[in-house]
């Protein structure tokens, strides 16, 4: 069983910044890829970001989030972080991160049936 525990979230005025993160039980942390997701009230869940396993050389976003948000990975941790700078009240919602494929390279192409782990949640306010 895998545990994922999100945090880092809150409340932050348009055009601030966050980082989430986010810890992984398990000892093969490195051989996944990991994504965010997120909701926003009365939305449905929409992919934001992935990462590729191990070295994380290959990133996807949404296309709304492109230039604001970076996602990366620590693997000595089991972290995966969203940096999310330029934050718009749009943003608003609840931040999940969700493990992925085994041994995935092509994030961009990888269906949410694929993530089969997910946290919790955190929440991000972004007031106007």
């Known amino acids: 069983q895998v545990q994922l525990v999100e945090s880092g979230g809150g409340l932050v005025q348009a055009g601030g910044s966050l980082r989430l993160s986010c810890v992984a039980s398990?000892?093969?942390?490195?051989?996944?890829?990991m994504g965010w997701f997120r909701q926003a009230p009365g939305k449905e869940r929409e992919f934001v970001a992935a990462?590729?396993?191990?070295?994380?050389?290959?990133?996807y976003y949404v296309d709304s989030v492109k230039g604001r948000f970076t996602i990366s990975r620590d693997n000595a941790k089991n972290m995966v972080y969203l940096q999310m700078n330029s934050l718009q009240p749009e943003d608003t919602a609840v931040y999940y991160c969700a493990r992925g494929g085994k041994y995935r390279d092509s994030v961009g192409s990888a269906p949410e049936s694929e993530y089969d782990y997910w946290g919790q949640g955190t929440q991000v306010t972004v007031s106007s």
């Open positions: 398990g000892r093969t942390f490195n051989s996944y890829a």
């Open positions: 990462i590729s396993w191990l070295n994380g050389d290959n990133t």
